[in-house]
């Protein structure tokens, strides 16, 4: 069973749990580069659970559309069990922003991962289709 469904792996302008804000334009660069980026779970390298069929900065963050290949993960999308999105990168451009806040200005980005609970509470699939 696959599925596909669309989200946003990363949200400008708003703080995570560890103190990363990430700016608008972050992926910029790494995006007009063209590289494949793999769609994760957990981060984990060795489990590539689908594709990412696009992925774009808009004025809320960077959005992702996937198709999920997974079917129990696909299931746990389909019944709102599972729905938290994350990405890895490498900084390029980072500085520190007030009170010990991390702005990120320009990423590599690495990859995009599903995960149980997102370092950016409001990065989540807010779309699951066929």
Known sequence: MSVRFAGYAA????????????????FSRALGEGSDVPLLWQHERGQ???????LAEDARGLRVIAKLEDAKLAAGLGNGTLGGLSFGYRVRTGRQGAASLRELID????????????????????????
């Open 11 to 26: 949200i400008f302008d708003q703080p995570d749990r560890g103190g990363d804000v990430i700016r608008k334009g972050a």
């Open 48 to 54: 590539v659970i689908g594709c990412i069929e696009s």
């Open 107 to 130: 990423l590599d980005l690495v990859e995009v991962s599903l995960v149980t609970i997102p370092m950016q509470p409001l990065a989540r699939v807010h779309a699951v289709g066929d």
